[in-house]
């Protein structure tokens, strides 16, 4: 699982709101949101900010840290 998977999941549980209703909150699909907190290597990157907007971070280009890519 990525770090914006993991980090997802755990502010939308902190936030105490289900896939569904963050789904609903943030304007995204079910799936998208299912499919994203699995870490779904193949997700949209405007879709992927606007799960983070609701938590007021955003995703953007930076090095690559070669210990996840070592670790999967």
């Known amino acids: 699982m990525s770090k914006i998977s993991e980090f ?5 549980k902190k936030a105490g709101l289900t896939q569904e209703e963050f789904a609903l909150r943030s304007g995204l699909g079910l799936r998208f949101v299912r499919e ?13 900010n606007q799960a983070l907007a609701m938590f007021g971070m955003e995703a953007v280009p930076g090095e690559i ?5 070592a670790n999967g």
Request: net charge neutral; proline share 0%; glycine share 8%.
């Open 8 to 12: 997802i999941k755990t502010e939308r």
């Open 36 to 48: 994203l907190e699995q870490g779904k290597e193949t997700v949209r990157l405007d879709k992927v």
């Open 65 to 69: 840290d070669r210990g996840d890519i």
